[in-house]
């Protein structure tokens, strides 16, 4: 049983910030949490009530100026938990991507000019993969969670309606990047995803269990750059 002091505590939470605005609901019950450069504003945009986009602990102490939860080792799940059963029942929502198209992405938002050089040093030693947040913040935690696939939102709308979300969108999230992505191609002037890196990455659990084997050889395809592109 939770305590006076810790009710306390979750009411004294701030969140305000990273909400979208569509309609007065101190909280939401709709919660984005999960990595970003998935579809996830697109997601927030497309669904008609409040959702709060808070991607994880860090991200929300972030957006609200406080680190009250990593100070009493709790997570986002543990608030969103006391939400659940003070307040009223919640979604929770997580989206996934093909990993490397997740890792540029991520990538070149918080850098100017991607530097490929940097990019393939740092494959070295970190390959994209898909987490889930959840696992990652509290895998015991009673809540449920909607994954959605970011390639098959084309298909997001049936989905939560089955969980009662109405959500509407026009935009294809699979084909939006791919401009940016065939652009990047042409700049290219040395190997980045080796067959030997592409084989690692997406010979991953959770990728293998996620996509389909076509799927997956589509994406080696894509991203086996050759030493010159013309």
């Not at 939006?176 to 659990?205: A, C, G, M, P, W």
Request: charged share 25%.
């Amino acid at each position: 049983m939770i305590s006076n002091d810790l009710h306390s505590f979750f009411e004294s939470l701030p969140v305000n910030r990273e909400v979208s605005k569509k309609g007065f609901n101190k909280y939401p019950r709709v919660y984005y949490i999960g990595k970003g450069k998935t579809g996830s504003s697109s997601l927030m945009k497309g669904i008609d009530e409040n959702v709060a986009h808070w991607h994880s602990t860090w991200y929300y102490e972030y957006a609200h100026g406080t680190s009250a939860l990593t100070e009493r080792n709790l997570t986002i799940y543990d608030f969103l938990e006391w939400i659940h059963i003070n307040i009223h029942p919640i979604q929770v929502i997580e989206c996934y991507r093909d990993p490397i198209a997740q890792y540029i992405s991520a990538l070149h938002q918080w850098e100017s000019n991607i530097n490929f050089d940097k990019l393939a040093n740092m494959l070295d030693v970190r390959y994209p993969e898909i987490t889930f947040q959840k696992d990652i913040e509290k895998p015991d935690s009673p809540l449920g969670v909607i994954y959605l696939k970011t390639e098959d939102s084309a298909n997001w709308s049936n989905i939560l309606a089955d969980h009662n979300i109405n959500y509407t969108s026009n935009v294809s999230l699979s084909n939006r990047n791919e401009h940016y992505f065939t652009n990047l191609k042409k700049i290219v002037h040395h190997k980045v995803f080796s067959q030997r890196k592409l084989d690692y990455i997406y010979s991953n659990d959770k990728v293998v269990q996620l996509y389909s084997p076509e799927e997956i050889e589509k994406f080696k395809l894509k991203w086996l750059w050759k030493e010159k592109i013309y």
